[in-house]
């Protein structure tokens, strides 16, 4: 059973920044890809960032270009968030996801659509205000 932990959230003052972390468990095989998506109240879920399992492709939403940055540590099975220059609009439960493809998937895959995620976490909350 794949089992997702994001931990990270917290208040921040605008202009600053934070790091989110997403750890894996029951990755037996690996995954195709791990993503961040992010919902703040009445609104839809949103794509964040998301990295192939060989953390050799990155993707970003463009409300986040140029300020976050996602990363991999192979070894562990764990996601980071780097979220730098934080706004207000930023604040959201963020959360992170995987499909439930093989790392070797050869198909289309839509990296920033929530239905091409299969297993979520609980999310964590971050709250930008001063």
């Known amino acids: 059973q794949v089992h997702l932990a994001e931990s990270g959230g917290r208040l921040v003052q605008p202009g600053g920044s934070l790091r989110l972390s997403c750890a894996a468990s029951?990755?037996?095989?690996?995954?195709?890809?791990m993503a961040w998506f992010r919902q703040a109240p009445g609104r839809e879920r949103e794509f964040v960032a998301a990295?192939?399992?060989?953390?050799?492709?990155?993707y970003y939403g463009d409300s986040v270009k140029d300020r976050f940055y996602i990363s991999r540590e192979s070894a562990e099975d764990t996601m980071y968030l780097r979220m730098n220059v934080l706004k207000p609009e930023d604040t959201a439960v963020y959360y992170c996801a995987v499909p439930d493809k093989s790392p070797y998937y050869s198909g289309t895959f839509q990296y920033t659509t929530t239905d091409a995620y299969d297993y979520w976490g609980q999310g964590t909350q971050v709250t930008v205000s001063e």
């Open positions: 029951g990755l037996t095989h690996g995954t195709y890809a």
């Open positions: 990295i192939s399992w060989s953390g050799g492709s990155k």
